[in-house]
């Protein structure tokens, strides 16, 4: 019997093979740029809004394996929800062979001035049904674009890999902690939003782009609010 603590996802590689994954670690890693100076910056941003810091960067914070999702509905208590567009690493079967694919990790923002950790695990993780070996995009990865859009095709992040800490770079974080297994899947952290774009929308849009290749991994959901408490 399925442990009720994981999920099942199904990823279609560009062979044609498919690959299921058993969640059962989901991480979510977060000031993640790969100019800390700049997160830096960032964090002392967020604080003078409430959000409490983090005691390092880059953050690593647990998140219930459940809440890994392929869907195109995510369901909100509140309208102050908003996704990040991200990377995802998976690790399935053969560790050595990690896959790599879209996330976008829906947070609620209104929690999150409480803790972080609290907010990451209020709402799900959206993963693509898409993905590529890790090992067949490692040469270039830099060059592949990461963006979102919100509503009606509204741009909201835009940057390529580079601004992001490398796989390589949580590959080996995840061996030190033992973590390094099938069912762990761990979310890159996310970009910065663009100024003057709502991201409290009912609809998110992500997309990996890789210009080596011309292929594309995306994802898209709506945001559907939950019916107001009784009591």
């Not at 947070?107 to 049904?129: C, F, I, P, Q, Y």
């Not at 580079?162 to 069912?183: F, M, N």
């Amino acid at each position: 019997m399925r442990n009720v603590w994981s999920s099942m996802l199904s990823f279609a590689l560009p062979d044609g093979s498919t690959r299921e994954v058993t969640v059962t670690t989901l991480l979510n890693a977060g000031y993640t740029g790969r100019a800390q100076e700049e997160v830096a910056a960032h964090v002392a941003e967020l604080a003078e809004l409430g959000v409490p810091a983090p005691s390092v960067t880059p953050a690593l914070y647990p998140v219930a394996p459940y809440l890994a999702a392929q869907t195109e509905g995510v369901p909100a208590q509140h309208g102050r929800t908003s996704g990040e567009a991200e990377w995802a690493l998976v690790i399935g079967d053969d560790p050595a062979d990690p896959l790599l694919t879209v996330a976008c990790d829906h947070t609620d923002r209104a929690l999150e001035v409480h803790g972080v950790a609290w907010s990451k695990n209020a709402s799900l993780d959206v993963l693509g049904t898409r993905a590529w070996r890790l090992a067949d995009i490692s040469g270039h990865l830099d060059a592949i674009r990461l963006r979102a859009w919100v509503d009606s095709g509204e741009l909201i992040q835009d940057a390529t890999l580079e601004a992001l800490l490398p796989p390589s770079y949580w590959l080996d974080v995840l061996r030190s902690r033992d973590l390094l297994k099938p069912g762990t899947v761990l979310l890159s952290g996310t970009v910065a939003m663009l100024a003057g774009v709502d991201q409290f929308s009912d609809r998110w849009r992500v997309e990996l782009s890789d210009p080596t290749t011309g292929d594309t991994l995306d994802l898209a959901y709506t945001v559907a609010q939950l019916p107001e408490p009784i009591g």
